[in-house]
């Protein structure tokens, strides 16, 4: 019984305005007692009003009441407290609108903490207590606080559904598969949520596994990005230094240019000169003999004439003038027109690589890889026309069809010419066309052994064993027997299983690494897929076992 009056006081000695313990407990005039602070922040805040009123009777007061302290009440509280009272529930503690209720509490309800699906009910943690302690109760199914629990009833018969009716997909009671789903699929609750726990964990599963599929694309988008900026860093500083170079190396035939010419300037400077000298001296000579001649001529004693005449200094040999070589006006000509045919090539040379190598500038993929296709109408969307290279072909291929179909025959045709791209021991040829990005293509065969394959041009040629599709790291090839497939990639065969067909679909999504080989009749057929990173442009391979195989590549619309 103590016990019990201690639960009842709790709210008996707690303030209706903050729901604690009293604290300087006050009684104003209608009876009601609040802490001192809680009841004078109410009536400061109705002070515009004129009015005081009780915040649980509403009664009002004028003048407004003077406060005094509740000595009883306040000697109550503090001796409940000695004897193991504790304060009134928090605020939070009790149910809003929003929340669950306690269908047990009276009065102001609690938050419920669980609901029962059996008992249709939602408890406190007080009221929950007996599920947890009395045996029958034990067994009842605890929820997390629903208000929802009443569309556990069934409409029509008032009882817990308990059932699932398959036929409709919806809950029902035990007495609905009488009447209302009579005939139907039905089977327990428990048994459909077994079931649907056990599909929801196989979707789980699949999300997880997609999930852990893209972490590991979103890696290697980043392993790209970095290689992306590796690269990019590393062809900067490389070209840098190759223009730096280049411009030392201007630099360098520009000074050379420089001397050359200032050479050779100095050396036709120095000569002409020379030249210009020696016919001055030759002027001055000449004008001296002039004018002793003319001297002679003004003499008229004829006896001092002809006595002085002798004695004139012969002339010397003069220059002769068919020796003085003149030059254009125009000097180092050849020079100007040299240097500016470098600078023509140069730019000739600069605009061509220049376009090149923007246009082999590496483009970084970085879409995310399109499903793969599912019907034959979405494979054809991604098809491409794709013909043989007789340079490739071995000489026991016979092409035809517009290059399109390969023939073995037992001897090399006639028309045969050796070429260095061609297989030498293996039966084998290659598309003229490079594969990227998505494309499909289909083959129609005939005969006892045809390989489809793809494959890297620098496939080696030389006749090894290591030549044939499939035996390198550089091809993959499905062996079609004829009534047989196998897979082969670097010497390891993988059988494969699946309908025989003579046309066989091949599909590639070279960017996202898949290549799948398909059995085309009325439908299509998966065969095998594989899944690796492509490294370089891919080329569609055929390689024919027997005389008579054939295998052509087939016109798709």
């Not at 009395?134 to 569309?151: C, I």
């Not at 019907?375 to 026309?385: D, G, I, M, N, W």
């Not at 006892?448 to 290591?466: F, H, M, P, Q, W």
């Not at 044939?468 to 065969?493: E, M, P, R, T």
Request: proline share 4%.
């Amino acid at each position: 019984m103590a016990q019990k009056g201690v639960h009842l006081d709790q709210e008996t000695f707690s303030c209706s305005i903050c729901l604690d313990l009293l604290k300087d407990p006050v009684t104003i005039p209608c009876g009601h007692s609040y802490c001192r602070n809680c009841i004078k922040t109410h009536w400061d805040e109705e002070e515009k009003k004129k009015l005081h009123s009780c915040p649980q009777c509403k009664q009002t007061f004028i003048p407004r009441p003077v406060l005094m302290k509740n000595t009883m009440l306040a000697d109550l509280v503090e001796e409940l407290k000695k004897t193991g009272l504790q304060a009134a529930p928090a605020d939070h503690c009790y149910a809003g609108p929003e929340d669950v209720s306690c269908d047990v509490c009276t009065g102001r309800k609690l938050k419920a903490f669980k609901s029962c699906l059996v008992c249709l009910a939602s408890y406190c943690e007080k009221h929950l207590q007996p599920h947890y302690d009395v045996a029958p109760l034990k067994k009842h199914k605890l929820v997390d606080p629903s208000n929802k629990l009443q569309e556990n009833i069934c409409p029509h018969h008032n009882e817990v559904m308990k059932m699932f009716c398959r036929t409709d997909q919806q809950c029902i009671c035990y007495l609905c598969p009488v009447d209302e789903h009579k005939g139907h699929d039905t089977v327990s609750a428990a048994a459909e949520i077994t079931e649907r726990q056990r599909e929801l964990e196989v979707s789980r599963l699949n999300i997880q596994q997609r999930i852990q599929d893209r972490e590991k694309d979103v890696k290697l988008f980043q392993q790209e990005v970095e290689a992306v900026n590796y690269f990019a860093d590393k062809a900067v500083e490389d070209s840098q230094k190759i223009f730096t170079q280049l411009i030392r190396l201007m630099k360098k035939r520009s000074s050379d240019v420089k001397q050359q010419v200032r050479s050779q300037q100095r050396t036709e400077v120095s000569r002409v000169k020379e030249l210009q000298e020696k016919l001055e001296q030759e002027i001055t000579e000449l004008k001296r003999n002039d004018a002793e001649l003319k001297k002679l001529s003004h003499t008229e004693d004829h006896n001092q004439f002809l006595h002085n005449y002798p004695s004139l200094s012969p002339l010397s040999e003069s220059t002769d003038s068919s020796s003085i070589r003149i030059r254009p006006l125009s000097y180092f000509e050849d020079v100007t027109e040299a240097v500016s045919e470098v600078r023509d090539k140069l730019q000739d040379v600069l605009r061509d690589k220049w376009t090149k190598v923007s246009l082999t500038g590496t483009e970084v993929d970085v879409l995310l890889s399109q499903p793969e296709p599912k019907t034959r109408a979405e494979f054809l969307q991604c098809s491409q026309e794709i013909t043989l290279d007789p340079n490739t072909a071995n000489p026991c291929l016979l092409l035809s069809e517009g290059n399109r179909k390969a023939t073995f025959m037992s001897q090399q045709h006639e028309s045969y010419s050796s070429h260095p791209d061609e297989f030498i021991y293996y039966s084998q040829v290659l598309s003229r066309e490079s594969l990227t990005g998505r494309c499909y293509w289909e083959v129609e065969r005939r005969g006892l052994g045809v390989d489809i394959a793809v494959t890297y041009k620098n496939i080696s040629r030389d006749g090894s064993n290591e030549c044939g599709f499939g035996n390198n790291d550089k091809s993959w090839a499905l062996y079609c027997h004829y009534n047989s497939y196998i897979f082969l990639y670097n010497k390891v065969q993988t059988p494969v299983s699946g309908p025989q067909s003579s046309r066989l679909g091949v599909y590639l999504d070279h960017n996202a690494g898949i290549l799948s080989f398909y059995s085309v009749s009325e439908t299509m057929t998966l065969l095998h897929r594989v899944q690796t990173a492509f490294t370089q442009p891919l080329y569609a391979g055929l390689y024919l076992y027997w005389e008579g195989d054939s295998a052509e590549l087939c016109e798709v619309k």
